[in-house]
Each structure stands twice: as C-alpha cells, then as structure tokens.
C-alpha cells in the first residue's frame, strides 16, 4: 500500500492525500480490475512504439495517418509533440500527414537540432522531392508542401526559422500556420505581441 | 451620503459595500479634493466630443490622430470601439489612421448598419478616392487601404464581411487584420475555431 501511495504521488497533480484516495480506491475494486489497471499500466512502453516515417506514437508502424489512403501525403505539417498533433487531428480539418518533431530548439534548456528528428524530417523531404525509391523498392509520396505548424513561442519560433532556412534550401515549397488574433476573442483584451502579429500578417480581402 | 451611494452602486462592478466604502473615503478627503472630482465627472460628458472624422472620441475635433502629420493618412483601420483604437495605439506599431464603427451590426441586438459609422466611412473613403476637394477647399487625403480591425467574433466577422462588399464596391483595397494562434498559446491549448483559422490562413514562407 505504502509503495503504491509514493507511486501514485509521483504523477503530476496527484499529492500524497489523493494517491491515498487512489490506493483505498482500487483496494475496494474487484481483482480482475486493479489487474486490468496494472496491465494496462504495464503494456503502455512495451506497445507503444513511434512511426518510423512520421515519429507520432502509435501501436502500428508505419502510423494509422502515415498509411491513410485517403490523406494527402505531399503535404506534411511539422509539429512539437504528438499531443500538438493530437490537437490538430481531433479538428477534422486536417488532410495531409504530420512529421514530429519530438520537441523543439531550445538552446536554453540544451536542446539542440540534433537532439530532434530534423534530419528525417529533411531527408523525408528530399527523398520525397526526388521522388526515388529506396532500397526497400517502395515508391515515396511526392511532397509538395511543408507546413510549420511549431507552437506560437519564443522557442517555437526560433525552431520555424531553422526549418524555413533548411527546407527552402531543398527546394520545397514551405508555408506556417497563421498566426494573429484568436477567434472569439476581443481586441481589447489581447497582447501588443498578438497585435502585431494581427498587424504584420494582415491579409487581403 | 445615501444618494452618493446610491449613485455610485449604479457603477459596474461596484455594489452597495464597495459604494459605502468610496462615499467614507470621500468625506474623508480635503473639500478641494473632492470638488476636483465632482469637476472631473461634470466635465466628462461636457468636452468630449466625437471627431468628425474618425469619430473617435476626443477633446479637440478632428481628433490628434487625424491631424498627426507624421501619420499616412492613406491607410485607415476600421474598429469596433474606442476602445479598440486604444488597444491598437498602445502597440506603438501602427501608423496609419482609424475610423471608429461605434459598434458592429449585431441583429439580435436590433443593431443594423445603419446604426453605425458605416455611411461615413464609405462617404470617407469615396471622397479620398476621388481625391476631390470638399466644399470647404480642403484637400482630403487619398486612401490607399482600408484595413478591417472589427473583432474576431460572430458579431465581428458579420460587419467585417458587410464592410469588405461595401468598401469593395467602391474599389478600394481592403485588407484585414490577420487570424490565427495568438502569440505565446500551444496548440494544445487553443480551440477547434483558431486552429481552423490557423490552417485556412497559413503564410508561404
């Protein structure tokens, strides 16, 4: 009991007071539950794996996206994390494939770009560009389109630029997602930062 | 006092305790301090005007952004309130002009074009194409642009695409200030609606 309290306690937002909860909790279930929990628990690492093509977690690889028959695969939105793809899927809007890059430049924090799955990204982009086919004698998708879709930060930022300057210089067209005034939201209450974004990207009608 | 607190309950976001309290704090201040503030109050309504022009409000008519020599008068932003004008001048970034709408069309608030500075603007924008020369003899400026600034709500997109037929029409350039993730959110964090906005507007790099 005493261990799985510190376990529990260990998570993020869950203090000793609500591991205790938890513990009493799953003491009160039936066996074939709490063991339904801990498998559960246990398979998490050992089934998830992530897509060799696109770096999204998945069950599966190549990923449920990568191999979507219905997708667009030239065009290839660049995200953070698998949670930002996450966000972007669960809006129904999206039709092309996604490339994650499993963080993004930080130099503060130590974060380099070797440190994400940068090189994939460009050689998925060149091989796609050249069209050829590997060694495996599979045919690659034609890319025609890179969306920048890093977070709207400092670091997010900094991130795009690196990509904008090593994708260009293959060749491939390059775009970001927009950036300006959040919609339902109120020009009184937004940032000077937000404004000027709203400002500089202003579009024509 | 009863009357005083009574009026200041009026006040939003000031109820009956918080008015009690500001009418003690006044009898507790010099005769002159509070005949300052009786004075401020009187000559709230009193010398502030609308400016002719922009019909922001304002002590002097036109208003000091109108006759700012240092401003392009070609370039006017298009705002909901006074208020918004506030937003966009304490970014320092924009140098063009304003026209303010005093609200946005809003039918089930019974608020119609009509109801707005609509009639004006395009009279503005005619006479600054034209480039004629009023019956007064002054030359008005020629407009160049007309950057829609409504909010990016329901209500807003609403007079926005109002504004974009009419100024069309009359064969202006209108632009719009631009939508998408705010500066500084995640992707996680932001609704389905900015996404879309994000996506739908995304920028060639």
Same mark, same amino acid.
């Given at each position: 009991?005493?261990?799985?309290?510190?376990?529990?306690?260990?998570?993020?937002?869950?203090?000793?007071?609500?591991?205790?909860?938890?513990?009493?909790?799953?003491?009160?279930?039936?066996?074939?539950?709490?063991?339904?929990?801990?498998?559960?628990?246990?398979?998490?690492?050992?089934?998830?794996?992530?897509?060799?093509?696109?770096?999204?977690?998945?069950?599966?690889?190549?990923?449920?996206?990568?191999?979507?028959?219905?997708?667009?695969?030239?065009?290839?939105?660049?995200?953070?994390?698998?949670?930002?793809?996450?966000?972007?899927?669960?809006?129904?809007?999206?039709?092309?494939?996604?490339?994650?890059?499993?963080?993004?430049?930080?130099? /503060?924090? #130590?974060?380099?770009? $070797? !440190?994400?799955?940068?090189?994939?990204?460009? %050689?998925? &982009?060149?091989? *796609? /560009?050249? #069209?050829?086919?590997? $060694? !495996?004698?599979?045919?690659?998708?034609?890319? %025609?389109? &890179?969306?920048? *879709?890093?977070?709207?930060?400092?670091? $997010? !930022?900094?991130?795009?630029?690196?990509?904008? %300057?090593?994708?260009?210089?293959?060749?491939?067209?390059?775009?970001?997602?927009?950036?300006?005034?959040?919609?339902?939201?109120?020009?009184?209450?937004?940032?000077?930062?937000?404004?000027?974004?709203?400002?500089?990207?202003?579009?024509?009608?």
């Amino acid at each position: 009991m005493n261990r799985l309290v510190e376990q529990f306690s260990r998570l993020p937002g869950i203090g000793k007071r609500s591991a205790e909860r938890l513990a009493f909790h799953l003491l009160k279930q039936s066996d074939e539950q709490v063991a339904e929990l801990a498998s559960a628990i246990g398979d998490l690492k050992r089934s998830t794996k992530q897509c060799s093509v696109c770096f999204n977690l998945t069950d599966a690889d190549p990923c449920s996206v990568c191999t979507d028959p219905n997708r667009t695969q030239g065009l290839v939105m660049v995200v953070e994390q698998p949670s930002d793809l996450l966000s972007i899927e669960q809006t129904g809007l999206y039709k092309g494939v996604f490339h994650v890059l499993m963080g993004r430049v930080a130099p /503060l924090d #130590g974060i380099e770009p $070797g !440190d994400l799955t940068i090189a994939a990204l460009l %050689e998925r &982009v060149q091989n *796609g /560009l050249a #069209g050829t086919s590997q $060694g !495996d004698g599979a045919d690659r998708p034609r890319i %025609e389109e &890179v969306i920048i *879709g890093t977070n709207p930060t400092l670091e $997010g !930022d900094g991130t795009a630029l690196y990509l904008v %300057e090593k994708l260009t210089a293959l060749g491939v067209r390059v775009s970001r997602l927009a950036r300006g005034l959040p919609y339902g939201s109120n020009m009184e209450m937004v940032s000077k930062a937000v404004l000027a974004d709203a400002m500089d990207g202003r579009q024509p009608m």
